[in-house]
């Protein structure tokens, strides 16, 4: 260690980062803890769940897990006796149960569902709203001002004050409860989104790019697939998890506007019903498989993510 | 290689006219440079010729072909930006061969192309890497290259070396211009920097406010301005402007400045009563305790071999570049000798050049 120790203006005490330090683990805490809780519910079995005082320390079991994914019907003991030997974990826990698997449950094409209709629909946004950015951009649009408010504005408002709306208008076109009519409704609330995010992004990238690969040969269109995107490629990445966090996660609408085929997982993992009420294990069994898809792509782009976050807040 | 010829060249914002009917001519393989102040339309005229602006009026013809609306990439042109436009998606070699790729070029003719282009920049080591770890200097020499590669009709440059540090500075005027002196590319430079333009070009444009005040030599337009304005722009301290009154005849080879008669160059013209400007060039003041023109020193500055002299006179401070030997002190008398041959004379008005011997004697000498 050096005699003295230079006072920098820049870097931060440390009682400054103790303190930080400290509100940041509080702010994990009580971020993680209820996820922690699902997470741990879902190994629950259902008399676990429910218990009082509730159980820290039990003995996991992927009863939930069973449950979740199958449809069971009661039968006498006799009667379950009477077949076979059980084809498998499931089957075993199930007939503990006095019960027997019928079929597959509906969450899988749920799940499904949810993934077409969340990538689906942040692709659109997100090839849609490079497309505007850039011309938003780089072109003389008229009105360009009052365009770009008029886009922001259809945000202005929460989803449930237009659904009673569009939920008219999709049973008039044939739009209701289907994969293309949820994919259009959440590419359009999140196209706002992408434009406006995505416009930072282009504005900061320099025009003589283009302009460069124009006067070498190339075309316009050309020149923005070969400079423009290539570098744009941070903003879209970060548009995008914006964008899927808020189609993969959007239950208004689809509670209102699906029912069957092309129900989301958010609508349907509430209804999930064991015997005697709620399948506690079942449902957070459901919770933890539906994090998984946007725990992965958040993870995967986390460094875009984060350079998205705190784009435009220095000048280089 | 071509010419290149811009004839009545006009570009108007709204009511902001950035280009005002520019003519002139960039002879096949010359080395032109527009020269001016920021703002003065010296880049928008470039952005013209490269097809990144259409004009508002005017023509402009690569080669005897007009090319006036045509797109950048019909042009046949390559363009070295400001801050060189190198894409940092791609390394050297992506970079210099980029253009090369839009012709559907084969990939083994590109890789010799993109090397033969690199040996001639002394950037082959540097193929591989990625250009966003280039010093300055050789970012420059890359996007050179990716200008070089495709053989073009001509080459514009918007001041490439404006953001380079002054030691690169100096190093890549030297390179540029022995490039251009290897393969003698019609090039059209903009820059607004005289020591960059002096030091290149075979030709210069002096821009303000959208007018190409003087277009000419290196030499004529230092020793020669046409305008008050170029007189101050170019010339490191610029020229000095002592004013004078009453009319110029024809044949007069004398006027009066401060009560002290000088000598000029023959007046080969009649001009009207008006506010005058004599215009002295630093280094053609000498000290002569015997003229009748005289000033007191203000301050000096050393530089060496030479010392900058301002000297306060009844009109003014002017600057006087004389050897470093001779010692001034701040107040004390001096007289001035000026070198008639080289004096010019305005018009304080319009910023006119007045017509002098000085100038019929350029022109005889270029036809004789």
Redesign the interface.
């Known amino acids: 260690m050096s005699l003295t120790t230079a006072h920098s203006v820049v870097a931060p005490s440390s009682n400054a980062k103790l303190i930080a330090g400290t509100i940041i683990i509080a702010y994990a805490l009580i971020s993680i803890v209820p996820l922690l809780w699902i997470f741990a519910t879902s190994f629950k079995t259902p008399p676990d769940s429910i218990a009082y005082p509730p159980k820290i320390i039990f003995q996991p079991s992927i009863e939930g897990y069973c449950n979740l994914f199958t449809t069971r019907t009661r039968q006498t003991p006799e009667y379950i006796n009477s077949l076979g030997p059980a084809t498998g974990f499931c089957d075993e826990t199930v007939r503990k149960r006095n019960m027997v698997i019928a079929g597959p449950s509906n969450f899988l094409p749920r799940f499904v569902n949810s993934l077409i209709i969340a990538f689906g629909s942040t692709f659109c946004a997100v090839f849609l709203g490079t497309l505007s950015a850039y011309g938003f951009s780089r072109f003389k649009v008229p009105l360009a001002d009052d365009l770009l408010f008029f886009i922001l504005s259809t945000r202005f408002m929460p989803p449930i004050a237009v659904a009673i709306p569009i939920y008219l208008m999709y049973r008039e076109l044939g739009l209701s409860d289907t994969a293309l009519g949820m994919i259009l409704l959440y590419t359009a609330v999140n196209v706002s989104l992408a434009v406006w995010l995505l416009k930072g992004f282009i504005d900061e990238i320099?025009r003589?790019?283009e302009?460069?690969?124009?006067?070498?040969?190339?075309?316009r269109l050309?020149a923005f697939w070969?400079?423009v995107l290539?570098?744009a490629t941070t903003g879209i990445a970060a548009t995008a998890i914006f964008c899927l966090i808020f189609a993969w996660n959007e239950y208004a609408f689809a509670a209102l506007l699906t029912s069957g085929t092309a129900q989301t997982a958010p609508p349907f993992i509430p209804t999930i019903i064991g015997e005697g009420g709620q399948d506690w294990p079942a449902v957070a069994a459901g919770t933890t498989i539906f994090l998984v898809p946007i725990l992965v792509f958040t993870i995967l782009l986390r460094k875009q993510l984060l350079r998205g976050i705190t784009f435009g807040a220095v000048r280089k | 290689m071509a010419e290149i010829r811009v004839q009545n060249l006009r570009k108007a914002f709204g009511a902001f006219v950035a280009v005002q009917d520019s003519n002139f001519v960039v002879e096949d393989g010359e080395f032109f440079v527009m020269l001016g102040p920021s703002g003065c339309g010296k880049t928008t005229t470039l952005r013209m010729i490269?097809?990144?602006e259409l004009p508002t009026g005017g023509k402009i013809l690569l080669g005897g072909e007009d090319v006036t609306m045509r797109?950048?990439?019909e042009?046949d042109?390559?363009?070295v930006?400001q801050?060189f436009?190198l894409?940092?998606?791609m390394n050297v070699r992506k970079n210099i061969g980029?253009?090369l790729l839009?012709?559907g070029m084969p990939a083994a003719e590109i890789r010799s192309r993109v090397e033969e282009t690199a040996k001639l920049l002394r950037i082959d080591h540097l193929l591989d890497k990625s250009v966003s770890g280039l010093a300055g200097g050789d970012r420059q020499r890359v996007a050179l290259g990716?200008a070089i590669v495709?053989r073009p009709k001509c080459f514009l440059m918007d001041e490439p070396l404006g953001t380079l540090d002054t030691e690169f500075r100096d190093l890549m005027v030297h390179e540029l211009r022995e490039l251009h002196n290897r393969i003698h590319a019609t090039t059209v430079y903009v820059t607004h920097d005289q020591m960059e333009a002096m030091s290149m070009a075979d030709k210069i444009a002096v821009m303000n406010h959208g007018v190409i005040e003087q277009f000419g030599t290196p030499r004529e337009i230092y020793d020669r301005p046409a305008t008050m304005f170029v007189a101050d722009f170019i010339g490191s301290p610029p020229m000095n402007f002592l004013k004078f009154g009453g009319g110029l005849a024809k044949g007069a080879k004398e006027i009066v400045v401060q009560g002290a008669k000088v000598a000029v160059p023959e007046v080969r013209e009649d001009v009207a009563p008006a506010d005058m400007a004599l215009g002295i060039r630093p280094e053609h003041i000498r000290f002569d305790d015997g003229s009748k023109l005289r000033g007191a020193i203000y301050g000096t500055e050393y530089l060496g071999t030479t010392q900058i002299v301002a000297v306060e006179t009844a009109d003014g401070i002017i600057k006087a570049r004389v050897p470093a030997g001779i010692h001034l002190s701040p107040g004390e008398q001096v007289g001035l000798t000026l070198s008639s041959a080289r004096l010019s004379l305005f018009e304080k008005g319009s910023g006119r050049a007045v017509r002098t011997a000085m100038h019929d004697q350029a022109a005889e000498a270029r036809h004789g």
């Open positions: 320099p003589e790019y302009e460069a690969a124009m006067i070498d040969g190339y075309t050309q070969r400079t290539p570098q | 490269a097809g990144l797109r950048a990439r042009r042109i390559a363009f930006f801050l436009a894409y940092p998606h980029f253009p839009a012709q990716r495709r």
